[in-house]
């Protein structure tokens, strides 16, 4: 509600939309070969009153996934304008190195997704340390195995960026290892699979 021009004031009651449809998950091939990437041209402004919440406004994501598209890749990175990884285009971004968990922090102008909290506490009951903070896209190129969280895709590996390999080029052990336990929990909590 409100009137012709963009204040607030006259909005005295929010606005709602929900829709709703059947869930179709990704077939099982896709999770075996993971998601090709690129790094998107769009900058993520972490300073952005926008970055930390999930709203209507999907243009700038809409563009990301333009170029992802246009370059053969299902997922586009975003960069942040101090150069620091903050997400993919409406995923939340993990990395691998070594033993050690790593995902963008908030402060990098993220949206902290319900899937990647649901992660970060699947990593601790299982022992494995993570760490947020600001990375680098040479961290994420250098990794050992990468992946993304979404509610809708959960748990995907991330086996490629700009057609480097990340890692193996495949899917890794804690990457499937987290999907595992990721799927357990979604299980326990709907009483489906």
């Known amino acids: 509600e409100g009137g012709m021009t963009p204040d607030a004031s006259h909005c005295r009651k929010p606005t709602a939309l929900i829709t709703a449809e059947r869930y179709k998950p990704h077939p099982e091939s896709v999770y075996k070969s993971g ?30 996934k333009r170029e992802a598209i246009g370059a053969g890749a299902d997922e586009a990175i975003r960069i942040n304008d101090r150069g620091f990884i903050a997400e993919a285009i409406m995923s939340n971004i993990f990395f691998i190195a070594g033993d050690i968990l790593m995902t963008p922090s908030p402060e990098s102008g993220i949206l902290p997704g319900i899937t990647r909290e649901a992660v970060i506490e699947l990593a601790g009951r299982l022992g494995i340390v993570t760490i947020e903070r600001h990375f680098t896209m040479a961290e994420l190129i250098g990794a050992d195995e990468a992946f993304l969280t979404n509610s809708l895709i959960e748990v995907m ?19 499937e290892r987290l999907r595992s336990e990721y799927k357990g929990l979604v299980k326990d909590e709907t009483g489906n699979s």
């Not at 998601?35 to 406004?57: D, E, M």
């Not at 700009?162 to 990457?175: A, E, L, N, R």
């Open 35 to 64: 998601f090709k990437a690129i790094v998107s041209q769009l900058t993520r402004y972490s300073g952005s009153p926008l970055a930390g919440i999930k709203s209507a406004n999907y243009l700038e994501n809409m563009l990301a």
């Open 157 to 175: 590996p991330l086996t490629s960026i700009d057609g480097k390999p990340v890692g193996s080029g495949k899917p890794g052990s804690i990457t």
